[in-house]
């Protein structure tokens, strides 16, 4: 399983840099944070939904796994006030 949670990461980071090569610069259509919450140490699909919403135009904040909720709310509202 953990061979292949490397395989997976390793093929979106693939991905990631063939689209970034191919597609033009895009103006930013919103920030979304993402997160694996608090006790979930699995992230292969959110690295799927990163993926997509970045090659959407989209600027994703990735927080990782097992991440607690008063740093998804401290990160809210940090990109909140900027």
Not at 25 to 50: E, F, M, R, Y
Not at 63 to 76: F, H, P, R, W, Y
């Amino acid at each position: 399983m953990i061979q292949s949670a490397e395989t997976v990461r390793n093929a979106f980071s693939a991905i990631k840099e063939k689209i970034e090569e191919t597609s033009a610069p895009q103006v930013s259509k919103g920030k979304i944070i993402l997160a694996t919450v608090k006790g979930d140490i699995h992230d292969i699909g959110k690295n799927i939904v990163k993926v997509l919403l970045e090659s959407y135009g989209f600027e994703v904040i990735d927080l990782g796994k097992d991440v607690g909720k008063e740093t998804i709310i401290q990160a809210a509202i940090k990109i909140m006030s900027n």
